[in-house]
């Protein structure tokens, strides 16, 4: 038998088979077209993942979701290096008007531009033409409500941008408490 033969026999775990996969893909995948590929259940394939992110931890790939797709990025611990070998300009800082209006539609997504609006006090318009260009919010559908005003949301270039999996590792949101002890609350809507 061939060498090539051969190694055609050997067993490839399924964390192996997901890390090929994400590897050619050019965006992020769902997890039910990794499952129907492998001809497996998402269960499966979330078992998988969680084999493959936690052999990842101490190399320069990570694990990557956002809307219930994954995909494989650089460790963002090594993001410096790679502009560097890349020879990639430094990257544009955003405003502080354009974090802010970020970070809403982070916390509160999906929001829609007067929401967002509401929230900051100011239109939004500018900030959210600027994030847009830059790829780090999209646009991801529209409400129900009069006008059916478009809703915005996070892209996989923000976390990639800041350095987090998922919008679950963002930093639990600060609630200011009032003088008399009183938690305000932060409405969606």
């Given at each position: 038998?061939?060498?090539?033969?051969?190694?055609?026999?050997?067993?490839?775990?399924?964390?192996?088979?997901?890390?090929?996969?994400?590897?050619?893909?050019?965006?992020?995948?769902?997890?039910?077209q990794?499952?129907?590929?492998?001809?497996?259940?998402?269960?499966?394939?979330?078992?998988?993942?969680?084999?493959?992110?936690?052999?990842?931890?101490?190399?320069?790939?990570?694990?990557?979701?956002n809307?219930?797709?994954?995909?494989?990025?650089?460790?963002?611990?090594?993001?410096?290096?790679?502009?560097?070998?890349?020879?990639?300009?430094?990257?544009?800082?955003?405003?502080?008007?354009?974090?802010?209006?970020?970070?809403?539609?982070?916390?509160?997504?999906?929001?829609?531009?007067?929401?967002?609006?509401?929230?900051?006090?100011?239109?939004?318009?500018?900030?959210?033409?600027?994030l847009?260009?830059?790829?780090?919010?999209?646009?991801?559908?529209?409400?129900?409500?009069?006008?059916?005003?478009?809703?915005?949301?996070?892209?996989?270039?923000?976390?990639?941008?800041?350095?987090?999996?998922?919008?679950?590792?963002?930093?639990?949101?600060?609630?200011?408490?009032?003088?008399?002890?009183?938690?305000?609350?932060?409405?969606?809507?």
């Amino acid at each position: 038998m061939s060498d090539s033969q051969s190694t055609l026999n050997v067993d490839v775990t399924l964390s192996a088979k997901i890390e090929a996969m994400l590897f050619v893909s050019a965006e992020p995948v769902p997890v039910g077209q990794l499952a129907a590929a492998l001809d497996v259940t998402a269960s499966v394939v979330e078992r998988g993942l969680k084999e493959l992110d936690e052999s990842l931890v101490t190399r320069g790939l990570r694990l990557q979701r956002n809307a219930g797709r994954v995909q494989l990025t650089t460790a963002p611990e090594l993001a410096e290096l790679v502009e560097l070998f890349l020879g990639l300009e430094a990257i544009t800082h955003l405003s502080r008007a354009a974090l802010e209006t970020l970070a809403i539609i982070a916390y509160q997504q999906p929001v829609t531009r007067p929401q967002v609006d509401s929230i900051r006090g100011v239109n939004s318009d500018g900030m959210m033409k600027s994030l847009l260009s830059k790829g780090l919010v999209q646009e991801s559908g529209r409400t129900e409500g009069p006008g059916r005003p478009i809703l915005y949301s996070t892209t996989p270039e923000f976390l990639q941008h800041f350095g987090l999996s998922s919008i679950a590792e963002l930093p639990p949101l600060a609630v200011p408490v009032e003088e008399n002890g009183e938690h305000n609350v932060l409405l969606k809507g």
